[in-house]
């Protein structure tokens, strides 16, 4: 496993060696759902209803419904993405190649990129602030 998500009820896990995001019960620690991705998974979280995931490799955003466990979207991006977090109206991408990219949860796009001082690794949303790891 690679990263974890708690909310719509359930426990996340991506796991990166079989390219698959897996849903559990918090209650009986099961798994109830899995679901199969195309590349492997970097980092997820949990907003709009949706998982959204970042794949390293693909170079891509991928949602997925929270409410079937379908995919809804595969968001392209020119940088490699790293880091994910969902604020209160934007999904924000941290990228390897010095950027921090704004998803729109409704439009499934993405916006130009903000350029930072050094390659992305993680990101948070608090309020309205946005706070972003850079390798120096």
């Known amino acids: 496993?690679?990263?974890?998500?708690?909310?719509?009820?359930?426990?996340?896990?991506?796991?990166?060696?079989?390219?698959?995001?897996?849903?559990?019960?918090?209650?009986?620690?099961?798994?109830?759902?899995?679901?199969?991705?195309?590349?492997?998974?970097?980092?997820?979280a949990l907003g709009f209803g949706r998982l959204w995931v970042t794949s390293s490799a693909g170079g891509a955003v991928t949602a997925i419904d929270a409410a079937t466990n379908g995919l809804v979207a595969t968001i392209p991006l020119a940088l490699e993405p790293r880091g994910i977090a969902a604020g209160p109206d934007t999904v924000w991408v941290a990228c390897g190649g010095d950027a921090l990219v704004r998803i729109d949860p409704d439009a499934r796009s993405a916006s130009e990129p903000t350029e930072l001082p050094g390659p992305a690794e993680g990101v948070a949303v608090s309020g309205g602030d946005v706070w972003v790891t850079v390798q120096q």
């Open 1 to 44: 496993p690679v990263a974890v998500a708690v909310g719509e009820g359930s426990v996340w896990v991506a796991h990166a060696l079989g390219k698959t995001i897996w849903r559990v019960d918090p209650v009986t620690l099961e798994k109830t759902t899995e679901v199969s991705l195309r590349d492997a998974p970097t980092a997820i």
